[in-house]
């Protein structure tokens, strides 16, 4: 979005000047005079931005999270039930919303909106902060004149989606924490431990085992390339994340997603359940179902899924049934399938989209339940191999001093 320098006179003939945002003049003027005011001149100008303020509103961008747009929808679905005018209702949320970038996302809407655009158009321009399934759902609400009803599906949509990300994530925090405690211990180990000990075996002069010479060759080359080793790090993290930020570096990373012992299941059911919920509610909206069925694949989050789940618009439009695409994707258990079959069958297929979603659901919990029983025995195997290493490599030499003072 430009800048426009703009001089413009009110009703009563008074001279103001100031600077306002939009695409091109005509719609700087079109603003303008939607405010009561007469443009004079209007001349594109440069704003100097601080680079303070840059990082500021990427720090808002990072903190926008699902909880700011679950209460967003929340609030424009009670105000526009209501009956509070739209332009309004935008206004007062965006001074009373804490987030940064929503707050300036609601202002350039509101702008928009003032220039003719409808809100659906509005949002579009916001792709960072609204999805495309967000803003097909509000263009659905405004052409059937239920926008209320379009943000309360939303609300309800996205609080589910919070649900299972967070049951996702408390069930991820034990595993990461001690993972996390292993890779602390070992550095430390590295850098203070094992050198200790070496000043000792010196001073021996006697033969160490194998594993205590691996020990210290580790702890030597740690301590001696510790900076290259940072760096090393950082670069191949850099690599991975703009491979990974490729298209076929995100398709075949979250392929790899999918077939990771334990937690690929997990992955995939998250990624069926989201399809499910959002599809439905497409559906249930009135979205098209060839446009819907594109619409979710690229918003489920995975690529690799979402390629597969495209596929089945091209069945479909060659006349293919939904259920026969969704039995070729190889994706869905038979018992989805069947729901699916029986939506088809009853016409009713947004509804059984949501049972879809529930079964999924389910799943998510039984398997999150087992996800501690099944991975405690890994890390127990982790730590006890670091553990047998430490004690191989430091108490058997000691072991052998002892017996040759002895």
């Known amino acids: 979005m430009a800048h426009f320098k703009y001089k413009t006179r009110n009703p009563s003939g008074q001279l103001l ?22 443009p004079i001149s209007i001349q594109p100008t440069l704003i100097n931005t601080d680079v303070m303020e840059q ?3 990427w720090q808002a961008l990072r903190s926008l999270n699902l909880t700011d747009l679950i209460l967003f929808s929340r609030q424009m679905y009670s105000l526009t039930k209501a009956g509070v005018p739209l332009i309004r209702s935008l206004r007062s949320l965006s001074e009373s919303t804490r987030n940064k970038a929503l707050t300036e996302a609601l202002k350039n809407i509101l702008k928009r909106l003032e220039s003719g655009s409808s809100l659906s158009q509005a949002m579009m321009q916001q792709g960072k902060i609204f999805s495309p399934l967000y803003v097909s759902i509000i263009n659905v609400g405004e052409t059937t004149g239920g926008l209320d009803q379009a943000f309360a599906q939303l609300a309800y949509y996205l609080e589910r989606e919070k649900e299972t990300q967070s049951r996702i994530k408390s069930a991820f925090r034990y595993p990461s924490m001690v993972l996390s405690a292993i890779g602390i211990a070992l550095m430390m180990v590295n850098i203070y431990v094992i050198p200790s000990f070496k000043s000792v075996f010196e001073k021996a002069h006697s033969d160490l085992p194998w594993q205590t010479e691996l020990l210290i060759t580790i702890s030597d080359y740690s301590v001696a390339y510790w900076p290259h080793i940072g760096v090393g790090l950082i670069g191949l993290f850099w690599l991975v994340t703009s491979f990974i930020n490729t298209p076929s570096g995100r398709l075949l990373w979250d392929r790899m997603l999918l077939r990771i012992p334990i937690i690929g299941s997990i992955v995939e059911r998250a990624t069926m359940e989201r399809f499910s919920r959002s599809f439905a509610m497409i559906l249930h909206s009135g979205v098209p179902l060839i446009q819907g069925i594109m619409m979710v694949s690229d918003a489920i989050g995975n690529t690799y899924v979402g390629s ?14 939904i259920s026969r695409m969704a039995r070729s994707t190889q994706l869905f258990p038979s018992l989805v399938l069947q729901m699916i079959m029986v939506g088809e069958e009853t016409g009713n297929i947004s509804d059984m989209l949501v049972e879809v979603a529930d079964f999924y659901e389910l799943e998510i919990d039984a398997e999150l339940k087992n996800l501690a029983t099944s991975i405690e025995p890994i890390l127990i195997v982790i730590i006890g191999m670091m553990v047998l290493v430490l004690a191989l490599g430091i108490f058997l030499p000691m072991w052998n001093l002892s017996s040759a003072m002895h």
Not at 17 to 22: C, K, L, P, R, S
Not at 311 to 319: A, D, T
Request: glycine residues 10%; charged residues 30%; aromatic residues 6%.
């Open 17 to 38: 000047e100031g600077v306002i945002d939009a695409d091109t003049p005509q719609i700087a003027a079109q603003m303008l005079a939607n405010r009561g005011l007469i």
């Open 55 to 57: 990082f500021y509103r």
């Open 308 to 321: 597969k789940l495209a596929k089945m618009r091209i069945g479909i439009e060659k006349g293919d049934s």
